[in-house]
């Protein structure tokens, strides 16, 4: 009799082992085994759009929102999530003595505890193990998917010339930027990572996508779509740390898969450009003609020590005082001895205006006019205009086209035929002229 029970309870422990064990299969995970990525596809993507792209790490201002899934990384070293197992040994066993309906009784009890502690755990696996699929898979977009080209005028204001005129400028401009990508860029298969929307910011009320490119008026966009948002009632009580630091903007990566393709193909994308050169010399001036306690250290510092020949003491310990020249000879250097910054990063690569298909570009030179522009087409409040301040250094003079070719004025012909090399893509896509007659 004690045989046949022993038996009886190791079938049934068997049995319900297997059922418990089918029951914690993800079916999403095994679709994902069943059809993975191909590596080159995604590695492809993830190094940029040609024109030395390396990979680069979102900045630290990102939304707050995205706090979950760093911890999440952090936690899941190599992608995998790990969870504590339960061991079958612990289970308390019947006693021998006890009657084949009170052991079949203390089974079935004994399992539903199991079971339902390891629900819960399959459950907040499941959930931890979706949110790191979602954040390094890669999105599949069909060319030209946009269902929103360029918010149509209404139609008071098609009697409008100053409206039409800036209509015909905005078509005008994504018609030389697609030919563009149509010429230089391959992309039949058409990935998007969220990496490629890092760097785009989300106002839903108005439903806007921002793609950030530092030097051509982020800081104030940044305070518009807080205005928008409800954040804010006027973008002069918002402070420069507020904006670039207090996290209250979403980014699109933040979002899952469903999130991120709903907004690409349903909000209105937009992006603000600059002269690439003129870019560069704001950017310049700005992290190194002035105190600061990252760009010096981390970049200042190397700069000097790989391109300045007999460079002081003082010099090598602060990393202040770096020349032009010198920050010229970094940018153009394959072997950098320290790596790229968004401040002077290509556009096509902070923006993939090749893989996105962005339904507004404006440019700084004219940063009023399309701004104010843009933000009727959205119907956004009509007392909103887009802030004319300057965010920092306030008493010093803007980087203009004049002070630009100073600062270029004192580089070889060569090294200004490579900087210009170097951005002949932004220049193409966005339509800016040479800015010296002996470039080619």
Request: net charge positive; aromatic share 12%; proline share 5%.
């Amino acid at each position: 009799m004690r045989l046949t029970c022993m038996f009886s309870f190791i079938l049934l422990f068997g049995a319900a082992g297997l059922v418990v064990f089918i029951h914690l299969q993800d079916p999403e995970e095994i679709v994902h085994q069943q059809t993975p990525v191909p590596e080159h596809w995604l590695g492809r993507h993830l190094s940029g759009i040609k024109y030395n792209m390396g990979f680069q790490q979102p900045k630290k201002d990102c939304v707050s929102s995205n706090n979950q899934d760093r911890r999440l990384r952090k936690n899941t070293a190599d992608g995998v999530a790990t969870v504590k197992q339960i061991d079958p040994s612990q289970n308390v066993l019947p006693k021998p003595q006890s009657t084949e309906r009170r052991q079949s009784s203390s089974i079935m009890f004994a399992m539903k505890d199991q079971q339902k502690g390891e629900e819960i755990n399959s459950i907040k696996l499941h959930k931890r193990r979706r949110r790191f699929i979602i954040k390094k898979s890669p999105i599949l977009i069909s060319m030209n998917s946009s269902i929103l080209n360029l918010p149509t005028l209404k139609s008071e204001d098609r009697t409008n010339n100053k409206w039409k005129s800036l209509y015909q400028i905005q078509r005008e401009r994504k018609r030389v930027m697609r030919e563009t990508c149509s010429k230089y860029k391959s992309n039949n298969r058409r990935i998007i990572t969220p990496y490629h929307v890092s760097r785009i910011f989300v106002e839903d009320k108005y439903r806007v996508l921002y793609c950030e490119v530092p030097k051509a008026g982020c800081s104030n966009w940044k305070r518009v779509l807080m205005v928008l948002n409800g954040l804010a009632s006027s973008t002069k009580d918002i402070q420069h740390n507020t904006v670039h630091y207090g996290n209250y903007l979403k980014r699109l990566d933040g979002f899952d898969h469903k999130g991120i393709y709903h907004r690409l193909n349903t909000y209105t994308k937009m992006l603000f450009i600059r002269e690439p050169f003129e870019k560069l010399v704001s950017a310049f001036r700005d992290k190194f003609e002035h105190p600061n306690n990252y760009y010096h250290p981390v970049f200042g510092k190397a700069i000097i020590s790989r391109y300045r020949v007999n460079a002081t003491k003082e010099a090598l310990r602060t990393g202040s005082g770096v020349q032009f020249k010198e920050f010229i000879q970094y940018l153009l250097d394959v072997h950098r001895p320290v790596g790229m910054d968004i401040h002077w990063d290509h556009v096509n690569r902070l923006c993939s205006p090749c893989l996105i298909d962005y339904d507004f570009v404006g440019k700084f030179e004219s940063m009023e006019e399309d701004a104010n522009f843009f933000l009727h087409l959205i119907g956004a409040p009509q007392n909103l205009t887009f802030p004319k301040f300057k965010d920092r250094h306030s008493n010093e003079e803007r980087t203009t086209p004049k002070i630009t070719q100073q600062y270029f004025a004192q580089l070889s012909p060569v090294q200004r035929q490579r900087s210009y090399d170097f951005y002949y893509m932004d220049y193409l896509m966005f339509n800016y002229s040479k800015p010296f007659e002996d470039l080619y």
